[in-house]
């Protein structure tokens, strides 16, 4: 089987260096690689050249418009029939198209994603975020765990769909974040399968601060009730989670403070203790245990202040998505 990695890139070409560096120990070489520039005044053409006698190449340059339709204009300019669609922000593991094509013999889907992990190079900043968004006792591992709860949906830096699949889907709508999720729900409703493939994981850099964080789980949040209105089947109680966390922690300690009734926050006590252990066992470093704590209490906040807010704007003062949040929707 031929694979096309689809990239969209802006204004990155340190990171497009590593992640072409990385392609190049691919252990399955029937593949070529697709990079669209998103209108970066900070090209990569001269990272591209650096790597065409090594890897089949195709790079095109074109007007800002976001990475979903960058992905979809990837596509158009492809010629194979099984695309792969990653961040420029990732590391490609040698084993990983190997990987895929292996379970794709065993058990062929027109969909699939995989994990993201955090390479020992990282910064504890980034490990800490990489805890954060992929631990099970954090997200439920929606974002490529080995357990994970309901039907995997994958991620746009780690996602497999096949030419028919995504001809007859319409490719990347233009929500941004939450063009991903968007996409695998109507895969699901054409009737088209996806899995979770655990083993094709990509190292995932997120260059990232505590402030940008915050602000990119807050965009989360906001799209997950856009999602929810457009297809309202895929609702679900579990998405309340961060809202609620935050304000049950704000009850628990007023209940402590005023009260004397400690029972709530000691809840959240052992969760945080349980959730620092975790972090520090799997990162061998405390410090980063800390730092995965403070990462999850940022992330429920900014996710489920950003969910609560969408909710009222949508379901309570009903007003259109597009209406009351432009910003996240690519023109």
Same mark, same amino acid.
């Given at each position: 089987?031929?694979? /096309?990695?689809?990239?969209?890139?802006?204004?990155?070409?340190?990171?497009? +260096?590593?992640? &072409?560096?990385?392609?190049?120990?691919?252990?399955?070489?029937?593949?070529?690689?697709?990079?669209?520039?998103?209108?970066? !005044?900070?090209?990569? +053409?001269?990272?591209?050249?650096?790597?065409?006698?090594?890897?089949?190449?195709?790079?095109?340059?074109? /007007?800002?418009?976001?990475?979903?339709?960058?992905?979809?204009?990837?596509?158009?300019?492809?010629?194979?029939?099984?695309?792969?669609?990653?961040?420029? +922000?990732?590391?490609?593991?040698?084993?990983? &198209?190997?990987?895929?094509?292996?379970?794709?013999?065993?058990?062929?889907?027109?969909?699939?994603?995989?994990?993201?992990?955090?390479?020992?190079? @990282?910064?504890?900043?980034?490990?800490?975020?990489?805890?954060?968004?992929?631990?099970?006792? !954090? !997200?439920?591992?929606?974002?490529?765990?080995?357990?994970?709860?309901?039907?995997?949906?994958?991620?746009?830096?780690?996602?497999?769909?096949?030419?028919?699949?995504?001809?007859?889907?319409?490719? @990347?709508?233009?929500?941004?974040?939450?063009? +991903?999720?968007?996409?695998?729900?109507?895969?699901?409703?054409?009737?088209?399968?996806?899995?979770?493939?655990?083993?094709?994981?990509?190292?995932?850099?997120?260059?990232?601060?505590?402030?940008?964080?915050?602000?990119?789980?807050?965009?989360?949040?906001?799209?997950?009730?856009?999602?929810?209105?457009?297809?309202?089947?895929?609702?679900?109680?579990?998405?309340?989670?961060?809202?609620?966390?935050? @304000?049950?922690?704000?009850?628990?300690?007023? &209940?402590?403070?005023?009260?004397?009734?400690?029972?709530?926050?000691?809840?959240?006590?052992?969760?945080?203790?349980?959730?620092?252990?975790?972090?520090?066992?799997?990162?061998?470093?405390?410090?980063?245990?800390?730092?995965?704590?403070?990462?999850?209490?940022?992330?429920?906040?900014?996710?489920?202040?950003?969910?609560?807010?969408?909710?009222?704007?949508?379901?309570?003062?009903?007003?259109?998505?597009?209406?009351? @949040?432009?910003?996240?929707?690519?023109?």
């Amino acid at each position: 089987m031929h694979f /096309s990695f689809v990239i969209p890139v802006f204004n990155r070409p340190a990171e497009v +260096d590593e992640l &072409l560096e990385s392609l190049t120990f691919q252990t399955y070489t029937n593949f070529d690689t697709v990079i669209v520039e998103d209108g970066s !005044t900070l090209k990569c +053409d001269k990272v591209i050249n650096k790597y065409k006698s090594k890897l089949d190449i195709q790079y095109y340059f074109k /007007s800002n418009s976001g990475p979903g339709p960058s992905r979809n204009y990837g596509v158009d300019k492809s010629n194979s029939e099984y695309f792969i669609f990653c961040d420029s +922000d990732c590391i490609i593991p040698p084993m990983y &198209l190997n990987e895929v094509q292996k379970q794709l013999k065993i058990n062929y889907t027109d969909a699939f994603g995989g994990p993201d992990n955090a390479h020992s190079s @990282f910064t504890p900043l980034q490990k800490a975020i990489n805890y954060a968004m992929t631990a099970f006792i !954090t !997200t439920g591992g929606i974002r490529g765990g080995k357990k994970s709860i309901g039907n995997f949906q994958p991620r746009s830096f780690n996602m497999g769909i096949s030419k028919t699949a995504f001809s007859n889907t319409g490719g @990347f709508g233009n929500i941004n974040p939450g063009e +991903d999720p968007d996409l695998t729900i109507r895969l699901w409703k054409l009737g088209y399968e996806t899995q979770l493939i655990p083993k094709a994981f990509v190292y995932h850099k997120r260059r990232i601060s505590w402030i940008q964080f915050y602000k990119q789980v807050n965009k989360f949040g906001k799209c997950r009730p856009i999602l929810n209105y457009w297809h309202p089947e895929t609702s679900k109680i579990t998405y309340w989670f961060p809202t609620c966390f935050i @304000f049950g922690l704000a009850l628990g300690l007023l &209940l402590s403070i005023n009260y004397n009734n400690s029972f709530l926050i000691c809840l959240y006590i052992f969760y945080f203790i349980l959730l620092l252990f975790d972090s520090t066992i799997r990162n061998k470093n405390i410090i980063i245990g800390f730092m995965s704590l403070f990462a999850t209490c940022v992330q429920y906040l900014g996710y489920g202040i950003g969910f609560l807010k969408a909710v009222i704007f949508i379901k309570v003062l009903k007003y259109k998505p597009e209406d009351a @949040f432009p910003y996240l929707f690519l023109k």
